[in-house]
């Protein structure tokens, strides 16, 4: 890389010309300003002669303006050398991109060459000023008496020199915060889109572990980082400070060494004007950017290490971000089955979302036997998701008891499917890989069998971004068929399904040996399947078979009489389904 930079700076000398006799001006103007300021005392206002005190006086003045002139300038010249070594960065980089398929190429050409030009052109600036105004300095220094560059000269090496050293052990942290910072990025980038993935496979801790190692990672490159800054600190002290400090203890032996009250303070105008300003811009200009310089240009001029690209995802939901699908525990076999025979227990349940909020369920008793088939219906906010979500452990009531012999799986109404193979997909809640013969028949008992063949087989990549909701739908059936836990819970979890189909699903899940299944229903020939009927509907919640609601629950009967409504146009009835979050309208389905 100094190669290339030799050979472009040798390629453009002119233009190095110009920017060197423009920079002239700006070191002129600073000889002249502790010069001028040095005569006009000597020569002029100690020596009682104010007229050429003021003459100085106004020769400073002018130096000033040349100065600024000659700066304005030096804006343009820098111009004519960066931007072609932007144009360059950005050749370099499309070529890369084009010939190699870098994926890198597009954050190179549109965020790392524009660092690049933008820190380049701070560290000529910075670099020519200091030059410049340090030679004007040190000969205006010597000018007036030479025995000031004793007193001067030393520390301002000494903090040049300190601060030189910590250069390449800058770029070196700058560099290792740089990478740790970006691992950190694609970790969490990785992490966030595929957090259902991470959630439905029980690897929150493992991706906490590893998400932790990498921020711990960047805190240390971070403090080491930090620990190099301070260098910056003290070589600022050494060369911008301490001549002044110096200057004012030498003093009188300065000038009992001949050196001239005008020139001592034409000295300390040269230190605390011209170098303490040059040097602090020199350091912490050159220090940030020639350090992010420096790793930018390694990172855009040197071949990437193979597979350093872009980090994608190994995962990917549908477009409408479905839910997941939760087994309680994830893979343990169910303990045995109750000795009274009793899936479900409830007690006394309370549920209000906020501690001010109206409970959903106040004092909610229900027992459910071994083997049951339930049907939850009632109007949309009456509480029937809240009461799934309680059985399968996402939400903690604040009073009462509830207790579930046996695991829970849970399908919501946004079917989840993650990015892999169908297998894959299906089992999700058991500890192991499922024989393809007990795949295929949970398929075939949940109506997956069609999109399994149309798939081509139970070990076909699965994208969920190509799928139906319904088709999502039949996988999340069939992965909580295959389910080891005996009570299955089907939160609208077949809205998206056509009445056979729905019937099928259900039926296969009632027919689990030692199963209980708890349906929320959406259509009245869901809820005549079940052997029980919950209807929730507040403090008139009401449990029953369907002929028994009929005759005792009149919300069930509109309830009954509104899913039996045929429809008045060829456009299919509008289901009202359970909302998910308060305050949102209810989806609908059917």
């Known amino acids: 890389m100094r190669s290339r930079a030799r050979r472009f700076l040798r390629a453009r000398w002119r233009v190095l010309l110009r920017l060197g006799l423009w ?85 190179g050409l549109t965020q790392q060459v524009e660092i690049a030009r933008d820190t380049l052109a701070g560290v000529v600036m910075v670099s020519r000023s200091f030059l410049f105004t340090a030679a004007g300095a040190l000969i205006g220094l010597f000018s007036l008496a030479p025995l000031l560059l004793t007193v001067v000269l030393p520390p301002l090496l000494a903090g040049v020199a300190l601060f030189a050293a910590t250069l390449g052990p800058l770029a070196r942290r700058q560099e290792a915060f740089l990478d740790a910072d970006e691992a950190l990025a694609q970790a969490l980038g990785a992490a966030c889109s595929g957090l259902r993935d991470i959630t439905a496979a029980g690897a929150e801790e493992c991706l906490a572990g590893a998400v932790g190692e990498r921020t711990t990672a960047e805190l240390r490159a971070a403090r080491a980082l930090a620990h190099w800054s301070v260098a910056r600190v003290a070589a600022l002290v050494a060369g911008g400070e301490l001549p002044a400090v110096l ?30 300003p040059a040097l602090n811009n020199l350091v912490h200009g050159l220090g940030t950017s020639g350090s992010r310089l420096t790793v930018v240009l390694r990172r855009l001029m040197v071949q990437r290490l193979e597979g350093r690209g872009a980090v994608t995802s190994g995962s990917a939901v549908g477009r409408d971000q479905p839910q997941r699908t939760r087994t309680r525990p994830a893979t343990a076999l169910p303990p045995p089955p109750d000795a009274t025979g009793t899936a479900l227990s409830l007690s006394s349940l309370t549920f209000a979302y906020g501690p001010a909020g109206e409970p959903v369920l106040n004092d909610f008793d229900l027992t459910l036997p071994t083997g049951a088939h339930l049907a939850v219906v009632g109007p949309s906010g009456t509480g029937k998701s809240t009461l799934t979500a309680l059985i399968a452990g996402q939400l903690t009531p604040q009073h009462g008891t509830l207790r579930v012999h046996g695991a829970t799986v849970l399908v919501p109404q946004e079917a989840y499917v993650h990015t892999g193979t169908l297998a894959e997909n299906l089992a999700l809640h ?5 024989p393809d013969p007990e795949l295929l028949a949970a398929a075939d008992a949940v109506g997956l069998t069609p999109l399994l063949t149309r798939l081509g087989g139970p070990h076909a990549p699965v994208e969920p971004g190509e ?19 005996p009570l299955a819970l089907l939160d609208e979890a077949t809205c998206h399904l056509d009445p056979e189909a729905e019937a099928r699903a259900e039926r296969a899940f009632a027919a689990r040996p ?4 708890i349906v929320v229903a959406h259509r009245i020939s869901s809820a005549r399947r079940a052997g029980l009927i919950l209807v929730m509907d507040g403090a008139r919640t009401a449990c029953g078979t369907h002929d028994e609601l009929l005759r005792t629950s009149p919300l069930y009967r509109d309830l009954a009489g509104h899913w039996a409504m045929p429809p008045l146009t060829p456009t299919p009835p509008r289901v009202i389904c359970e909302s998910r979050r308060s305050g949102s309208a209810p989806p609908s389905c059917g």
């Open 467 to 485: 799928l139906s909701a319904g088709e999502r739908q039949l996988i999340a059936l069939a992965r909580a068929h295959l389910s080891p836990a």
């Open 23 to 107: 920079s002239v001006l700006e070191a002129g103007q600073t000889f002249l300003v502790g010069y001028a300021l040095a005569r006009a005392l000597d020569a002029g206002f100690l020596a009682g002669n104010a007229r050429a005190g003021l003459l100085w006086l106004g020769a400073a003045g002018l130096a000033v303006c040349a100065g600024a002139y000659g700066t304005g300038r030096v804006y343009g010249v820098v111009a004519a050398l960066v931007e072609p070594a932007r144009d360059r960065l950005v050749t370099a980089v499309v070529a890369r991109g084009v010939r190699e398929a870098d994926p890198g190429a597009l954050s």
């Open 430 to 434: 058991r500890p192991g890989p499922v």
């Open 247 to 276: 200057l004012l203890l030498t003093a009188p032996w300065l000038l009992d060494h001949g050196v001239t009250p005008g020139a001592l303070v034409g000295a300390l105008a040269y230190v605390t004007q011209s170098l303490l």
């Open 514 to 517: 030692g199963g209980t299944l």
